[in-house]
Structure formats: structure tokens, C-alpha cells
């Protein structure tokens, strides 16, 4: 296997250190951060594939994203996009309001099932599913 010859600045190596020694780090920061060093150190690329249990691709990845965007990028995940919400702000606040409304007559509360039927009768709010509206409730009580 072919070995790239890499090295760290040294404000690198004591952040890279710190990571490997100090504090609690999500498991693949502190996995990278031991690739880096090994990397540095110039630890053969299949004796770091044994010890760490890591494939060939993530020991690529580390290091040619070390090279291309240092050590934040090599070490830490970019923040993902993630879908949109479907249901805004305010469609939200009139789930709750209706929530907290008062009862159909002859119920002390409102059922989660009277509730979703509540919502599928009003004006001015899409269908949303019954799951849907308990964890607009939960996240809101």
C-alpha cells in the first residue's frame, strides 16, 4: 500500500492531541484525530487500519480532507441541510391553539383522535396526521 507522506502544523498536533486525550468528542472526531496523529507520525496506512478497525476509505477521506480544508473539516462532520419543514410556525401555533381550547361538550379533555378530526374540519389548516399533531403538542407542551 502505498504510503502519502503527511504532516501537522504544530497548533494542529496539540489540537489533535487535546481531542485524543481530553474531554467527551463524538467517537469519529476522536477516531479522526487518531488517524491524523498516526498519519503524522508516519504509522504505516495498514497498521492504522488494523488498530483503529477502520476501512481504507475513511484513512483517505481523513487525510485529503486534512490537505484540502485542515483539521476542522478532517476532524468535524459539515452540518447537513436536512429536509424543510412542512408545517411552519404558524399552523403549528394553531394546532396549539386549538388544543387549548375548550373540550367538545361532554369530554373533559380532548382526545388525540377528537383532536385530529378537529384539525381535519378546520378552515385554513392542511391535512396533518394524527403522529404529527401529538409531537407538535409534545414539542410545544
Not at 503527511?6 to 479522526?32: C, F, P
Not at 488498530?51 to 476542522?72: F, H, M, N, P, S
Request: charged fraction near 25%; aromatic fraction near 4%.
Amino acid at each position: 500500500m502505498r504510503q502519502t507522506e503527511m504532516h501537522l502544523s504544530e497548533t494542529d498536533r496539540q489540537k489533535v492531541a487535546e481531542i485524543r486525550t481530553k474531554g467527551l468528542r463524538h467517537a469519529r472526531a476522536v477516531n479522526r484525530a487518531h488517524i491524523l496523529w498516526c498519519l503524522d507520525q508516519g504509522v504505516p496506512e495498514a497498521q492504522i487500519m488494523a488498530v483503529l478497525g477502520i476501512g481504507r476509505t475513511a484513512l483517505w477521506r481523513t487525510r485529503a480532507a486534512y490537505l484540502q480544508g485542515g483539521l476542522e473539516l478532517a476532524l468535524f462532520d459539515l452540518a447537513r441541510p436536512g429536509r424543510p419543514r412542512k408545517y411552519g410556525a404558524d399552523i403549528q401555533a394553531q394546532v396549539t391553539e386549538l388544543a387549548s381550547s375548550p373540550p367538545p361538550p361532554g369530554r373533559a379533555r380532548w382526545t388525540m383522535a377528537e383532536l385530529h378530526q378537529a384539525i381535519k374540519h378546520q378552515q385554513g389548516l392542511p391535512a396533518i396526521g394524527r403522529e404529527t399533531v401529538r409531537r407538535m403538542l409534545k414539542k410545544n407542551a
